[in-house]
């Protein structure tokens, strides 16, 4: 049988919900949704060059890639390649075939330093090692259920402090990108973020189809926002994920991180939404802190490889 690598097809509805169904298959702590594959393709700024492919056997999507280049970094020449395959369809090739398209069209737009998040599991590890990848950084997904009481009790927020949702922001949210701004470039991780350009942010960011201004809380200080959890979720599935939690360089070590996630668990629980999935860098120490606080548990996790190309 053969596997042949092609585009996904943006206008076959069916051709992207196969894409989001093997993804939630391999990957089923990140929310996927039809919608949030469209939005990728579509509002990723050119300059990234981001591709979807997918591998197909006998007109059966089996595997999928994005691919793009590392166009938020400071550093030139870093290309990311994200695949995963059908977990019962393994060996057939998709794999293979998808990082030999995926590291052709990076290296034909100039990457020299390739980067794949790869599950921590054997078979997974040994692929990408074959493929001449090594292991650096690691990090976490972990899961939260929002059931069972784990959950802290909801605090008032301190004198001075006010807690808003993102909703409030509608007019203006430049506040917040300048926020989201600052608190991604401290963020662990073996590619830096320099987020710049603002209206780059509203496309990507800000009207992203799982991007949740109502659960989405912000702590405001003086009238600024200083803290922020951002809410995902995703309409069919009601699932619930915290895309970044940060905290302004000045007001961290005072509980606000705390105090906007918890506020957002809280209302994500009384809409009804059972758990809450999130991801950290497994050195993100502060961030790890607080969500064991919450009473997350680590469900699996992932390492990033990189290849470094002659
Ligand atoms: C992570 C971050 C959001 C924390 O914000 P904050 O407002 O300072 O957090 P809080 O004050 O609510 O809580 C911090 C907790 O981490 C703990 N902590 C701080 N440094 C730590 C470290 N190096 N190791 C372990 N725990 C640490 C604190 O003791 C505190 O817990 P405690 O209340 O039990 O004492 C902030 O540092 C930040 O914006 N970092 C950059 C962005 C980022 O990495 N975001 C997470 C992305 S997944």
Redesign the pocket.
């Known amino acids: 049988m053969t596997v042949n690598v092609r585009d996904l097809r943006p206008d076959d509805p069916t051709d992207v919900e196969a894409f989001a169904r093997v993804r939630h298959l391999a990957l089923p702590y990140i929310l996927w949704t039809p919608d949030a594959i469209l939005h990728n393709l579509a509002h990723t700024p050119a300059e990234a060059r981001f591709r979807s492919l997918v591998a197909e056997e006998e007109g059966e999507v089996i595997g999928t890639a994005q691919v793009h280049l590392a166009h938020e970094s400071p550093e030139p020449g870093q290309g990311m390649l994200n695949i995963y395959v059908r977990p019962d369809r393994v060996h057939r090739g998709a794999g293979t075939h998808l990082v030999h398209a995926a590291e052709r069209h990076l290296t034909d737009h100039g990457a020299t330093k390739l980067l794949a998040w790869v599950l921590d599991e054997p078979a997974n590890r040994a692929f990408a090692e074959r493929h001449g990848y090594r292991p650096s950084r690691s990090a976490h997904f972990l899961r939260l259920d929002l059931t069972t009481g784990t959950l802290p009790p909801p605090q008032s927020p301190p004198p001075g402090v006010e807690l808003r949702s993102a909703a409030d922001l509608a007019d203006d949210p430049r506040p917040l990108f300048e926020l989201d701004a600052?608190?991604?470039?401290?963020?662990?991780s073996d590619v830096d973020t320099e987020l710049t350009d603002y209206q780059a942010w509203i496309e990507q960011t800000w009207n992203h189809p799982c991007f949740d201004r109502e659960l989405t809380t912000i702590a405001f200080v003086e009238g600024r926002p200083?803290?922020f959890s951002i809410a995902y979720t995703d309409g069919p599935t009601g699932r619930y994920a915290?895309a970044?939690?940060?905290?302004?360089?000045a007001?961290?070590?005072?509980?606000?991180?705390?105090?906007?996630?918890n506020d957002s668990l809280h209302r994500a629980r009384a809409a009804g939404f059972r758990e809450a999935h999130?991801?950290?860098?497994t050195d993100?120490?502060?961030?790890?802190?607080?969500n064991k606080?919450f009473g997350y548990e680590i469900v699996a996790s992932e390492v990033r490889y990189v290849r470094e190309l002659g």
């Not at 970044?244 to 360089?249: F, V, Y």
């Not at 070590?253 to 906007?260: E, F, N, P, Q």
Request: glycine share 12%; proline share 5%; charged share 25%.
């Open positions: 600052e608190t991604a470039s401290d963020e662990p200083a803290a915290t970044m939690t940060g905290t302004a360089r007001h961290r070590g005072r509980g606000l991180a705390k105090l906007a996630k999130t991801g950290n860098d993100n120490g502060p961030m790890l802190a607080i606080w």
